[in-house]
Every structure is written in C-alpha cells, then in structure tokens.
C-alpha cells in the first residue's frame, strides 16, 4: 500500500521560512516523478514545484526564487525548502506521486499524478 506522509507544515510570519518533507512508502520504484501542490480555501489545486527522475525541476512562477524543491532517491523522500513566505502562500499542502510517468510534458498537471498525501498545513501571517 501506498504511503505518502508530509510534515513540517506551521504558522510563521511573513519572510519567514519553511520546509516540508514527503516520505513515501509501499513502492520499490525510487525515481519516480514526485511533486508539491497546494490548496488554498475557496481555489483550486495548483502545482507549487515538482523533480522528474533525472531531477529536472519545474517551479510555479509564484514561488520562483522562493522554494526549492528536492529529494532523496535513498529515503524516498522529498522536501520543499520555502523561504520569504506570504500571506498568499498559505495553503494545504500536499506531495503527489507519478507512478506510471505520465508528467514529463506537464510536471505541475495534478491530474496527472497518482497517488496523494493527506497534505500539511502552511499559514503564513502579515
């Protein structure tokens, strides 16, 4: 069975930093395409940052400059380094698996994702 376990999530002030992990279990596949969205009250999910196998990265052009994104192929774990946050980053959110490889025209896709965390929350305050 699948597992996807983030954490790290809070509430912090504006400028303030953030990083958030992903611990994946249940597959032996370890390259997988992996990636970080988020969910704001009353929006829709949006893609935040994403790393392919070969650890090409792609970034939504809100959090450009802001996050990194990377992973441990050998914990099967991926993290989301977020600095200088904003009110507007406030959100839940969430690591995402593509276990069949279908993202690598469109990384920040969620539809094209297939197994999901429970997600963690971030609050940033002005």
């Known amino acids: 069975q699948v597992q996807l376990v983030e954490s790290g999530g809070g509430s912090v002030q504006s400028g303030g930093s953030l990083r958030l992990s992903c611990a994946a279990s249940?597959?032996?596949?370890?390259?997988?395409?992996m990636g970080w969205f988020r969910q704001a009250p009353g929006k829709e999910r949006e893609g935040v940052a994403t790393?392919?196998?070969?650890?090409?990265?792609a970034y939504a052009d809100s959090v450009k400059g802001r996050f990194t994104v990377s992973r441990d192929n050998a914990e099967n774990t991926i993290y989301l380094q977020m600095n200088n946050l904003k009110p507007e980053d406030t959100a839940m959110y969430y690591c995402?698996?593509?276990?069949?490889?279908?993202?690598?025209?469109?990384?920040?896709?969620?539809?094209?994702?297939?197994?999901w965390g429970q997600g963690t929350q971030v609050t940033v305050s002005s």
């Open positions: 249940g597959y032996t596949h370890r390259d997988y395409p």
């Open positions: 790393i392919g196998r070969d650890q090409r990265t």
């Open positions: 995402a698996v593509d276990a069949m490889f279908r993202t690598w025209r469109l990384p920040l896709d969620d539809s094209r994702y297939t197994y």
